[in-house]
């Protein structure tokens, strides 16, 4: 199984980004995906998770502002960032984790798979 993240670069504040992810080796069907993010010298964080019957979960620094979706062959995943804030800065790491817990985004320690990383720079 391999993720390849796709998207990312820089924007000032306000502005809009989309990243995308493709998943290959995976079975048909929707998947438990998540979008992880990692500031210098601070422990990657949970930005997004989306379940295989595609309820979606936020942090709540993005909650309101960021949408996750998911292709029905559960390959594809997106993320689609708006009002972006320069806090927003980071690497972008697309994931496939183990599980999907209900009600909130998955946890670092249960992803089975890692992208590569995207960076999104914010300026104000």
């Known amino acids: 199984v391999q993720v390849v993240e796709s998207g990312g670069g820089a924007v000032q504040a306000g502005g809009s980004l989309r990243l995308s992810c493709a998943g290959s080796?995976?079975?048909?069907?929707?998947?438990?995906w998540a979008w992880f993010r990692e500031i210098p010298g601070k422990e990657r964080e949970g930005v997004a998770t989306?379940?295989?019957?595609?309820?979606?979960n936020y942090a709540d620094s993005v909650r309101g502002r960021f949408v996750i979706s998911q292709s029905d062959t559960g390959n594809l995943m997106a993320l689609q960032m708006n009002s972006l804030k320069p806090e927003d800065t980071a690497v972008y790491f697309c994931?496939?984790?183990?599980?999907?817990?209900?009600?909130?985004?998955?946890?670092?320690?249960?992803?089975?798979?890692w992208g590569q990383g995207t960076q999104v720079t914010v300026s104000s």
């Open positions: 080796g995976l079975i048909d069907g929707r998947h438990c």
């Open positions: 994931a496939l984790p183990r599980r999907c817990p209900f009600g909130q985004v998955a946890l670092a320690e249960d992803v089975m798979y």
């Open positions: 989306i379940r295989s019957d595609n309820i979606a």
